[in-house]
């Protein structure tokens, strides 16, 4: 009985992760779209399948930031990094990481990136971790070095798109 109690709700919470796919639009800081995120609930956080076109060349931080604007030219009006903990920079920095800390991911030469990020830190659920509560998400001009506070010396924000539930 025990272990048809505890399958019962294995299947239900990864059904309900399942559930839970949030595609968003990312533009540049001339408003152009160059390409979508799609968050998807897992057990270890939220993975986020990028798709992009028109970023470029090289390794870029991403990273979920605190307030759900993505206003261009420089997309400051998103704040800094999602962090409810308040801790410091970077999955090196032994005072870290944000919860919107993740991996860089790389733009090829053709300007063009089809990969996933894991952020660990943050989940589509309702709570403090959760990123439907009013975030969003900001590419960076270069990679971020993983440890130095606030934001990792990852540069100019060159890409954002506000993180919201489907409607």
Same mark, same amino acid.
Request: aromatic fraction near 2%; include cysteine; proline fraction near 6%.
């Given at each position: ?23 968003? #639009? ?6 152009? *779209?160059? !390409?979508? /995120?799609?968050? %998807?609930?897992?057990?270890? =956080? +939220? @993975? ?52 919107? #800390? ?6 090829? *030469?053709? !300007?063009? /990136?089809?990969? %996933?990020?894991?952020?660990? =830190? +943050? @989940? ?40 919201a539930a489907k409607k």
């Open positions: 009985m025990t272990k048809l109690i505890l399958a019962s709700l294995l299947f239900a919470s990864v059904a309900h992760a399942d559930d839970k796919k949030i595609t968003i #639009d990312l533009n540049d800081a001339a408003g152009k *779209k160059v !390409g979508t /995120a799609e968050l %998807s609930a897992v057990p270890k =956080g +939220v @993975t986020i399948a990028l798709d992009i076109t028109g970023l470029p060349p090289g390794d870029h931080a991403i990273h979920v930031h605190e307030t759900a604007k993505c206003d261009a030219p420089d997309f400051k009006s998103a704040g800094g990094h999602f962090n409810p903990e308040h801790k410091q920079h970077g999955t090196g920095n032994k005072q870290g990481p944000h919860a919107g #800390d993740m991996p860089n991911f790389n733009v090829g *030469k053709d !300007g063009k /990136a089809k990969t %996933s990020v894991i952020a660990p =830190g +943050v @989940t589509l659920d309702a709570g403090p971790h959760g990123v439907l509560n009013g975030t969003a998400l900001v590419i960076h001009a270069k990679a971020d070095d993983m440890k130095t506070d606030p934001a990792g010396a990852a540069g100019d924000r060159i890409a954002c798109g506000v993180i």
